[in-house]
């Protein structure tokens, strides 16, 4: 353990500032992170403590500075705290407590034992930052972290006056302390936000749920400790993609923290909040890398920029990072981008959006043995020019795509003969691989347990050695082996039909996966008929590796809610003996703790009033899904407008289902239909049903839409003029408007043989 001499050790007076967020992916961590950079370039002598024994991660930000970067010897909180416990008992039977006096808490509180110094940069001013981890990570940690008794530590060993011994102590040796707590409510939780600091930065993203959970723990802190402890509310990862929204968020979190920003002696409360937004910025997504070197100094908008501010907040005076020369942050950020690969490039993982999952696990997989990868969607163009190879999934589904094909074709141009080739094809289905694919043997991840997949895939691309190397594997929160389903299930069958929404797929992936950044439900939000039911069933099927516990319930009454939830508690072994709302809250209470499992999605599918379902909606890591015919979640909750189909995909749909429907008969129905998810899946399924021609079918739809026309629409269903050809056409000025013929098709029962024997698609 290397430690940084320490010149004027006694009687720093220094602070303590907890960085803590009611929900997680906030960019808590990164913000305290670069705080402590900044304030260490203007020569304080800085801690920084990774209390989030949990979901350690602060370490990350600075691995290329640590000489133990994977913390596979390095001691911390966790040991910090056993000690003490230990030394407080006295060997024999019964393991008894014995008194401890004051000069033993205080040689016990030492925390430079714990800590160690950043290496390989010199700080202006002899300024230095020092780092305590959560503890070693070793296969003994968690362990170590879920066995320790919290309440035996205060009440039995008096841990109460060795945490404020700890704290003084931190005080005595360095001018700022940062500690970086778990999010939530817990015992951890509280010891960080109300016992130890001396100011507490509560770091929220812009909801309603992170807002409000924010302001309640503050009003928690506050009653605890009064006016003795400053509170900086930070709003966090903001996104401007949507400017109204964002506006009313601001207010709405300015009304709410009103009295707390007041009492940080603002005389211009706007001004304050100008001052510690921090924004969002993509190009930090994806590695975990300080803005210290990824940003250049003196742009305004940078993040930089914005953590210099909040900075300067925090400290009371003005602060101006002193950034290194240009050539040697450049030679920084590199490491920080390229620090643990195999190879110099990142491997390129190109699947079709129906295979997402299997991509993200291969990319877990490659991280463990310190390999970087990046996601390529057929889809979307691709910049082979900066990987290193190309891993390309094969399906039933992608080998038809014919962007799976171009993209193909386009690696190929990269390969050459021999070992190591640039394009390595992965076959996740037993099937016959068809040209221009089957040139090469594949990776078969099918048929094979994930010990002997993972194996396979890596002997492939030469990283067996790699694996062998890492003693204990890096920790990744990469999706459980595709083949294996969840632990608990209840979702409504795949439709072995669906159509197209690969966009609309792929963003509700990232929302949800970059719980990195969002918090509370997703909505999807749409008229009837639109398809959103069926969009989240399949999410849940692609998706279904992300997570063990998956629940689906239809909200269209709180008593089938209840109930639903209740059912769960059995399937989760809650032992629970009570009433349904009994049940309910033990159902609430595991989620938000994450037992048996942090990983689970619940849907609540046809909500359409919040007030009635608000109180069952449940907290903590796992995600929520709600699919609601109306707009009335917008104001509480990150939204997805559902809309009818593209052209391309109508016509995708019913050619998979006709397979003797000519393109110009199907895009004429699809534009009879509107493009309605629902109507044109009643149409495929009536003409695959009947052999109707497509003539007599739009001369069918002719002689009913007059009638379907002159027909009022239900209460709260929105209607336009319809075109003389049947439904009105999405424009600028109309995008949504669900198609009065449409609506009728989808939803009523008309006197003859129309829908009689057509299957519907539930929205």
């Known amino acids: 353990m290397r430690l940084n001499p320490d010149t004027a050790a006694e009687h720093r007076n220094g602070r303590i500032i907890t960085f803590y967020s009611f929900k997680g992916g906030v960019g808590r961590t990164m913000a305290l992170a670069n705080v402590a950079w900044i304030l260490a370039s203007t020569g304080r002598r800085v801690l920084t403590?990774?209390?989030?024994?949990?979901?350690?991660?602060?370490?990350?930000?600075?691995?290329?500075?640590?000489?133990?970067r994977h913390l596979r010897s390095s001691l911390g909180v966790i040991d910090a705290v056993r000690d003490f416990a230990r030394s407080g008992t006295q060997p024999g039977v019964g393991d008894r407590t014995r008194d401890q006096r004051p000069e033993d808490v205080h040689s016990a509180a030492q925390i430079r034992r714990y800590a160690s110094s950043l290496v390989r940069y010199d700080f202006p001013g002899g300024g230095s930052i020092d780092f305590v981890p959560s503890g070693r990570q070793d296969r003994a940690y968690s362990h170590s972290v879920s066995t320790f008794n919290w309440d035996d530590f205060y009440e039995r060993f008096d841990g109460a006056t060795f945490l404020d011994a700890l704290g003084e102590d931190m005080r005595r040796h360095y001018d700022i302390t940062?500690?970086?707590?778990?999010t939530g409510l817990s015992d951890n939780a509280g010891?960080?936000?109300?016992?130890?600091?001396?100011?507490?930065v509560s770091c929220f993203t812009m909801n309603n749920q992170s807002i409000d959970g924010a302001v309640a723990v503050a009003n928690s802190i506050r009653h605890h400790r009064g006016d003795g402890i400053q509170l900086f509310p930070v709003p966090t990862r903001v996104e401007d993609g949507e400017l109204g929204k964002l506006e009313r968020s601001r207010t709405y979190a300015r009304q709410r923290f009103e009295e707390f920003v007041r009492l940080l002696g603002h005389s211009d409360p706007e001004k304050y909040w100008g001052l510690v937004e921090i924004p969002y910025k993509v190009f930090y997504?994806?590695?975990e890398t300080l803005a210290t070197f990824g940003d250049r100094p003196q742009l305004e908008n940078s993040l930089l920029a914005a953590y210099e501010r909040l900075t300067s907040e925090l400290v009371g005076e003005?602060?101006?990072?002193a950034a290194p020369p240009e050539p040697l942050r450049r030679a920084w950020l590199a490491e920080f981008e390229q620090r643990g690969s195999a190879e110099s490039d990142p491997l390129m993982i190109a699947y079709a959006p129906r295979d997402r999952i299997w991509a993200e696990w291969i990319a877990s997989q490659l991280l463990q043995v310190g390999q970087r990868s990046t996601l390529q969607d057929v889809n979307s163009p691709a910049l082979l020019d900066k990987a290193a190879r190309a891993l390309v999934?094969?399906?039933r589904e992608s080998v038809r795509l014919a962007h799976t094909q171009r993209f193909w074709q386009a690696a190929l141009a990269r390969d050459t003969p021999g070992p190591g080739r640039f394009v390595v094809p992965v076959r996740l289905e037993g099937f016959r691989v068809p040209t221009p694919f089957d040139d090469r043997e594949p990776v078969d991840l099918f048929n094979v347990t994930v010990g002997h997949a993972r194996e396979a895939l890596l002997g492939k691309l030469g990283l067996r050695d790699a694996a062998l190397a890492i003693s204990t594997p890096t920790v990744t929160q990469g999706p459980r082996f595709p083949a294996e389903p969840p632990r608990v299930w209840r979702a409504p069958a795949r439709n072995s039909s669906f159509t197209g929404r690969d966009a609309v797929l792929e963003l509700l992936r990232e929302r949800l996966s970059a719980s990195t950044a969002m918090t509370g439900p997703v909505v999807l939000q749409g008229f009837g008929g639109v398809g959103k039911t069926q969009i989240a069933v399949e999410y849940l099927h692609r998706f279904a590796a992300d997570y063990d516990i998956v629940w689906w319930i239809s909200a269209d009454q709180p008593a089938l809610v209840r109930a639903a939830l209740a059912d769960l508690a059995s399937e989760l072994q809650l032992q629970v003996a009570g009433t349904a709302a009994e049940q309910v809250q033990a159902v609430l209470e595991a989620l938000r703790l994450g037992e048996p499992s942090p990983r689970w999605i619940v849907v609540f599918d046809n909500a359409d009033d919040p007030n009635l379902i608000r109180e069952f909606i449940p907290s903590g890591h796992g995600d929520v899904i709600i699919t609601t015919p109306g707009q009335e979640w917008a104001r509480e909750a990150w939204t997805l407008d559902v809309n009818v189909f593209e052209r391309a995909e109508?016509?995708?749909?019913l050619a998979r289902r006709v397979t003797t429907l000519s393109p110009p008969d199907a895009n004429e129905i699809a534009e009879k239909l509107g493009d309605l998810p629902l109507a044109v899946e009643q149409a495929a399924t009536w003409l695959a049903t009947t052999a109707m021609t497509a003539r007599s079918y739009l001369e069918l739809l002719d002689e009913h839409l007059p009638r379907i026309l002159n027909e009022p629409p239900p209460p709260a269903i929105p209607t336009r003029p319809p075109t003389p050809g049947g439904c009105p056409r999405r424009d600028s000025e109309n995008p949504t408007p669900p198609p009065r013929t449409c609506w009728s098709f989808s939803r009523s029962s008309p006197p003859n043989q129309f829908q009689r024997d057509c299957s519907t698609v539930r929205a």
């Open 178 to 182: 940062l500690i970086d707590s778990r």
């Open 191 to 200: 010891i960080c936000t109300v016992q130890l600091p001396d100011a507490v």
């Open 318 to 321: 003005p602060i101006e990072f």
């Open 393 to 395: 999934l094969l399906s």
């Open 49 to 68: 403590v990774d209390w989030d024994l949990e979901s350690p991660g602060l370490h990350k930000y600075f691995a290329p500075f640590l000489v133990d």
């Open 285 to 287: 997504a994806y590695e």
């Open 650 to 653: 109508s016509v995708e749909l």
